[in-house]
């Protein structure tokens, strides 16, 4: 079992910055994704950003590339979102994840946290 709390969110004006952070505990495996997803009320839960806690790679989806920055700290079992350049849009609730195939679909996650709020006004 996997649990996953984030924290970090709250309510900026465009072009401003938040760090969400994502704290793991439990059976994490090296080889396991730590991905952010973010949902609006009525929408499906969209892919942010993803990385393994063992390998260097990341990925970003086409919205926030260049804006936003996924990095992880293995002795604390957190991983951290960098938003920066913030715009009404990315509005949403967030998400971490683990667990599970990866990728960008949510059906493939065992473990999700609470989620935190991000607010961007114009």
């Known amino acids: 079992q996997v649990r996953l709390v984030e924290s970090g969110g709250g309510s900026v004006q465009t072009g401003g910055s938040l760090r969400l952070s994502c704290a793991a505990s439990g059976r994490i495996l090296g080889s396991d994704a730590a991905t952010w997803f973010r949902q609006v009320p009525g929408k499906e839960r969209e892919f942010v950003a993803s990385l393994t806690w063992i390998y260097p790679t990341t990925h970003y989806a086409d919205s926030v590339k260049g804006r936003f920055t996924i990095s992880k700290d293995n002795a604390k079992s957190t991983v951290f979102l960098q938003m920066n350049s913030l715009k009404p849009e990315d509005t949403a609730l967030y998400y971490c994840?683990?667990?599970?195939?990866?990728?960008?679909?949510?059906?493939?996650?065992?473990?999700w946290g609470q989620g935190t709020q991000v607010t961007v006004s114009s």
């Open positions: 994840a683990a667990g599970g195939l990866g990728g960008v679909d949510p059906k493939n996650y065992n473990f």
